[in-house]
């Protein structure tokens, strides 16, 4: 069956890539093949100077754009000069006025390429008509069709480099443009773009949005979007003494009830305000709106003045949690500091997406813990940041921060944690390593020396060593260039009550990827006392072993941990003494950000196989009934439901299940506990139920409108249709149609596309698995949001024989998916594996699959470490070591008392 399976994945991913190889083999070379060459791109910066667009579309609820754009741009040399463009058609063609009637043939759909003896020395002007696709999926510009009112809604989606299958344009972001557009739609839509609206006149076809020309722009950050949205709007003084911002909020009609306009649009300009004021430099563009788009990929996209977000995050079906607000608040400020890093200096290449990325991340931490000082922001960019890059960075298949790119068709394979969890936390490194003061110093001059310009890494570095009166050359090439991260481990030796030695160790958690040598690191090491106040030593780190000088004499500590306040980037491995402490004295920890801390410590053991999942279960059910911080509480139910459902053997989670489940169920009751825990806990134990007591519990909470004395709404209605789907309940179909009647919202269709998607039936799963390739009508985020339930974990065995399918995709998946898709089709088709066959079939795949490009197989190694660490968790702590003496960190001593 495997065989045969695999025949026909590659047979249907070949006719999908059909046309993209017949394009590699055009005689154009390098330049004129599919994607975007570094090759082009660099010729085309040192060609062209001065570009603008005048672009003029048509669209409609229909499938085609069609439209006319005039590109005018100035020649340092004569030469040729190659436009991009990929999209339906292209018709009359003219170049600086006169008709161009080789146009066609000059195009073979990827570029176009305007013969040298048309261009002249200095202004050019290139005119051309085309036509473009508008789809669910895809498509430059996606269209999404609202359930509740059959309203139409368009918006774009350009980014890394879908700019040329809108218009044709030099699509790489080094060439910025300013962008004048002219959009036509029916006489009933509003639309937004980058500039402010000027007018609208009306025609016989419909209405013609005219747009103020923007400043600057790469062509990734262009953007619009048309339909019947609902516009909330209020004017802002961004900073003191500047005109005031327009500012404004679309959402779709049949849901503008329910967005919290005024709560939104405040916390828009409330990072406007803040940012600028850091940055030394004002909000650069001339208005800000915010829209709320149904079905978006993405948390958010930053085009200046038109930010888009994902609808679902920003308008709750019921009432939020405290981590939800905090995400929130978290994807905006991240948004807003876009639109200095990434918008108004924007990165040469998209090798350094991370410049804009990890800064974003970065920025939305610092703003959130200087806006709100009670949020104890570091804890949360800890526990949202450091886990997903420590599990991606710490594998084979990791990268450097700057990753080499030579195609923008690969640029979907930067984006990751190492850009958007790693990166944030090694900018947190060089702030403690610089300070804080001279850090802001060097940003701020960085943004002033490249407005409205392209930078790289290590102009950014330059302008803050500058600031600080230090060279970071050598730190650079250490954090940005090599592949990588540090495991550090703790040596203490005490004599007479007295320490004599503490000696922090680097190692390299992938030797062979990273090469010898430790990396220069700044930490905080903490010696705790129980009965006195703990000692704060910063340690810096510049080699493989570093003896902590200031450590010695001082009392011997209950515990020592080699990075307390998260400066540093490195997996800290408690030595068993201070493993030994923690299991006793964990829940004492006053300090909800130190406690966090250890926990993600105790964790790192149990995911290195030195401390066995059993015990860190059961230590983890001791304290969660204690556990007063929101998210923690979190953190650690999702890790205990890790521990059982995925490192445990099925012997194992037999026995933990029950009692897993009656803590889960009492942290949901306990209305003691605030509103967050008790959610978490009822998530938790939806997702965790497969015993009939637990299922039968659903099927009541169903029937009625509250669960666990929690009001009772159609998220977590659906995730409980979903689990009982999942478990082969005989009630399934009857239980998913009532629900799909209950509630028959767009996204009430989508939660039942996933709900179906986790019958555990081969028919079934076939039918999704086509529908997911040949089903043009299906939206993007429904196919990511079912990944999930497709490869539900207890479904393994049923699932197995999609890895080499889904596999055998991934090259077709990265040439017509969005940014995100390659990750989350991994993660959940490799996610929902845990046993030795798959890893079987897995290293299998790989080693037959020897032109792999780079890219993807460091995607897949990436995805299968987590694999590996299930069957080696489980194989170390099967039945008959669960209990026995292998189960703690017992055989690496790094602390010793004489």
Do not use: C
Not at 347 to 365: I, N, Q, S, V
Request: cysteine-free.
């Amino acid at each position: 069956m495997t065989v045969i399976l695999r025949f026909l994945a590659a047979a249907l991913a070949g006719a999908l890539l059909a046309p993209a190889v017949r394009a590699q083999s055009h005689p154009g070379g390098a330049l004129t093949g599919p994607g975007v060459s570094v090759r082009l791109a660099e010729q085309r910066r040192a060609l062209l100077r001065d570009v603008r667009y005048d672009l003029r579309l048509t669209v409609s609820d229909g499938d085609t754009a069609s439209g006319r754009v005039t590109v005018h741009f100035t020649t340092r040399r004569r030469g040729a000069v190659i436009l991009d463009f990929r999209g339906l058609s292209l018709g009359d063609a003219r170049v600086n006025g006169a008709v161009w009637r080789d146009a066609p043939l000059a195009w073979n759909r990827h570029h176009l390429t305007v013969p040298a003896s048309l261009v002249r020395l200095g202004r050019n002007t290139v005119a051309l008509s085309f036509s473009t696709p508008v789809a669910s999926a895809g498509a430059a510009i996606i269209r999404t069709r609202d359930a509740s009112d059959s309203s139409t809604y368009l918006y774009t989606l350009l980014v890394p480099s879908d700019a040329h299958l809108l218009f044709p344009s030099f699509d790489q972001p080094d060439l910025k443009a300013r962008l004048t557009l002219q959009l036509t739609t029916p006489a009933a839509w509003t639309a937004l773009a980058n500039g402010a609206l000027v007018r609208r006149d009306r025609g016989a076809t419909g209405v013609t949005h005219v747009f103020a020309p923007t400043q600057p722009l790469s062509t990734y950050l262009m953007a619009f979007a048309a339909g019947p949205w609902q516009r909330f709007t209020r004017t802002e003084v961004i900073a003191p003494g500047a005109a005031a911002v327009p500012t404004s909020l679309y959402v779709r009609r049949s849901r503008a009830a329910e967005a919290e306009a005024d709560t939104l649009l405040a916390m828009n300009a409330r990072a406007l305000r803040w940012l600028g004021q850091y940055f030394g430099v004002p909000y650069a563009f001339d208005k800000y709106d915010a829209l709320l788009a149904p079905a978006f990929p993405f948390g958010g996209m930053e085009h200046p003045g038109a930010v888009f977000y994902n609808e679902e995050s920003f308008i709750y079906r019921e009432r939020p949690t405290t981590s939800q607000l905090l995400g929130r608040q978290a994807t905006t400020f991240h948004e807003v500091a876009h639109q200095w890093f990434g918008d108004y200096v924007t990165m040469r290449w998209f090798d350094d997406l991370w410049l804009k990325e990890g800064f974003a991340t970065f920025m939305a931490a610092r703003m959130q813990a200087d806006l709100e000082p009670t949020s104890n922001a570091w804890k949360t960019f800890y526990l949202r940041n450091k886990p997903t890059a420590y599990g991606t960075d710490a594998t084979a298949g990791t990268t450097p921060v700057w990753q080499a790119l030579g195609n923008l068709d690969q640029a979907k394979s930067n984006y990751g944690p190492i850009v958007y969890n790693k990166a944030p936390a090694v900018l947190r490194q060089l702030e403690y390593l610089v300070g804080e003061r001279a850090f802001q110093r060097g940003v701020q001059q960085f943004l002033r020396r490249h407005a409205y310009g392209n930078a790289t890494w290590p102009a950014l570095l330059q302008a803050i060593g500058g600031a600080a009166g230090r060279d970071l050359g050598e730190w650079g090439r250490q954090w940005m260039l090599r592949p990588g991260m540090p495991v550090i481990t703790q040596q203490l030796e005490v004599r007479g009550g007295r320490i004599t030695r503490l000696r922090l160790v680097q190692r390299a958690a992938q030797p062979a990827l990273s090469g010898p040598g430790g990396w220069p690191l700044k930490v905080q090491v903490r010696l705790h006392y129980a009965d006195a106040p703990a000692v704060h030593l910063p340690v810096e780190l510049r080699g493989a072993s570093t003896e902590v000088t200031a450590a010695i004499g001082r009392p011997a500590p209950a515990f020592v941990f080699a990075n307390e306040g998260d400066y540093g980037y490195a997996i800290v491995l408690p030595d068993s003494a201070s493993v030994t402490w923690m299991e006793q004295h964990i829940a004492d920890v006053s300090d909800d950000f130190l406690r966090a801390m250890l926990w993600g410590a105790l964790w790192d053991l149990v995911r290195e196989g030195e401390l066995s999942p059993e015990r860190f279960a059961r230590l983890a059910m001791r304290a969660l009934p204690g556990e007063r911080d929101e998210q923690l509480a979190g953190s650690l139910v999702g890790r205990l439901v890790t521990s059982v459902t995925r490192y445990a053997t099925p012997s194992l989670r037999a026995s933990l299940q029950p009692a897993v489940e009656r803590q889960l169920l009492a942290g949901a009751l306990d209305t003691g506990r605030s509103y967050g825990t008790r959610k978490s806990h009822l998530d938790a134990y939806i997702g965790l139920a497969q015993r009939d007591a637990a299922l039968q519990q659903l099927r009541q909470w169903l029937a009625s409108d509250s669960a666990a004395g929690l009001v009772l709404r159609a998220p977590t209605r659906w995730a409980m249709v979903t689990r009982l789907v999942a478990s082969g309940s005989p009630d399934a179909d009857s239980l998913l149609a009532a629900e799909r009647g209950r509630d028959g919202t767009t996204e009430g269709q989508r939660l039942a596309f996933v709900a179906g998607a986790a019958a555990p039936d081969s028919a079934t799963k076939q039918q999704y698995f086509d529908r997911w390739f040949r089903d043009g009508s299906l939206n993007e985020e429904w196919v990511t949001s079912s990944l999930r339930a497709f490869h539900e974990g207890e479904q393994q065995r049923l699932t197995r024989r999609y890895l080499v399918p889904a596999l055998d995709t991934l090259r077709w998946i990265q040439g017509n998916r969005r940014i995100f898709f390659l990750g989350s089709w991994l993660a959940s088709t490799l996610g929902g594996q845990s046993e030795r066959e798959a890893l079987a079939i897995v290293d299998g795949w790989l080693a037959g699959e020897p032109g792999l490009p780079t890219d993807l197989r460091q995607k897949v190694l990436q995805v299968r470490d987590e694999l590996e660490r299930a069957v080696r968790i489980r194989a170390r702590y099967g039945d008959e070591g669960e209990r026995g003496t292998a189960s703690g960190p017992e055989s690496r001593v790094t602390q010793s008392y004489q």
